[in-house]
């Protein structure tokens, strides 16, 4: 089923996390109001998507998601998450160049950037009169915390809207040219980008590891991790396998893929970036 299928929203929601995790907890006995139901079938629908319809996503339209976005809450309430929308040609092709593999980013309407904005925080203690005495890794790790939580505000802000989204790490491949093209300033470091726009196309939701394997009552403890990926390999080949096309290559375990996409390395420099953009990760 997608998402959106018409079904009572009950059974969508059972269904929909029987896709991702094999077994649904039960629904009806959450003891839950049907416009939660409904909600939390929305919720539990998302998927990322790559290709977009022509509709255009007016800057208006980001401003308000950004506004519902920014409605996050705030690690100790230090507002340290900004979002760029990127709209000049100019700039969204060189960010595109970042991306050659990514042609899809160039198609999508609107291309966002969620960046750590660690520099007001900075500031404030110069004005006030202070020393700034935590300088270290926390100091990096909660704008980005920040940033993280209003870039998941503003996809469930898209998707309320009729938008959907992806989320791209990739253009963080060349950090000091995205930098550039974006004028960050010092302690202003990109997290994620974001291309949003109207969907091409329904999409089935991706399987996800047992809720078993992450969802913990209490303790986590030692679990055999190993046994929770194969369980999660055999469910994610037969979901593949149920939508391959005919003549398609045997659909691969998830394990083999991830370990392949990171068989290389991978922004090996992201943090000596970090550091020369003014944060102490010490
Ligand atoms: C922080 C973050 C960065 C991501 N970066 C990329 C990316 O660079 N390119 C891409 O195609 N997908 C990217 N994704 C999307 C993931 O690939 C996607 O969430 C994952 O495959 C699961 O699919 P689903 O979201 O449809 O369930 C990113 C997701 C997150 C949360």
Avoid at 13 to 31: K, M
């Amino acid at each position: 089923m997608h998402p959106d299928d018409p079904q009572d929203d009950t059974t969508a929601l059972s269904e929909l996390l029987t896709q991702r995790f094999g077994v649904s907890p039960d629904v009806a006995a959450a003891g839950l109001d049907p416009q939660a139901i409904a909600a939390l079938r929305v919720i539990a629908g998302q998927t990322s998507h790559r290709r977009w319809s022509a509709r255009a996503v007016p800057a208006e339209a980001v401003r308000l998601l950004a506004a519902c976005a920014l409605s996050a809450p705030s690690k100790s309430y230090l507002q340290q998450a900004d979002i760029i929308d990127v709209r000049d040609p100019g700039r969204r092709a060189a960010i595109q160049a970042i991306v050659p593999t990514l042609p899809w980013l160039s198609a999508a309407p609107a291309l966002l950037v969620f960046c750590a904005n660690g520099r007001r925080f900075e500031r404030l203690f110069d004005r006030r009169g202070k020393p700034y005495t935590n300088d270290h890794l926390d100091g990096f790790f909660n704008p980005v915390v920040d940033a993280a939580l209003v870039m998941m505000n503003f996809v469930n802000a898209a998707r309320a809207a009729g938008l959907v989204a992806c989320p791209i790490s990739m253009v963080r491949n060349h950090p000091k040219r995205l930098a550039e093209i974006l004028e960050l300033p010092r302690r202003v470091v990109p997290v994620a980008g974001l291309c949003v726009g109207h969907p091409a196309e329904a999409r089935r939701v991706n399987p996800r590891l047992s809720l078993d394997a992450t969802f913990h009552l209490d303790r986590i403890g030692e679990r055999d991790d190993d046994a929770d990926c194969d369980e999660f390999d055999r469910r994610y080949v037969a979901t593949r396998e149920a939508v391959l096309p005919e003549g398609a290559p045997a659909a691969r375990p998830w394990s083999d893929e991830r370990a392949d996409q990171y068989a290389n390395a991978q922004r090996a420099d992201w943090g000596d970036f970090v550091r020369s953009a003014g944060f102490d990760l010490g």
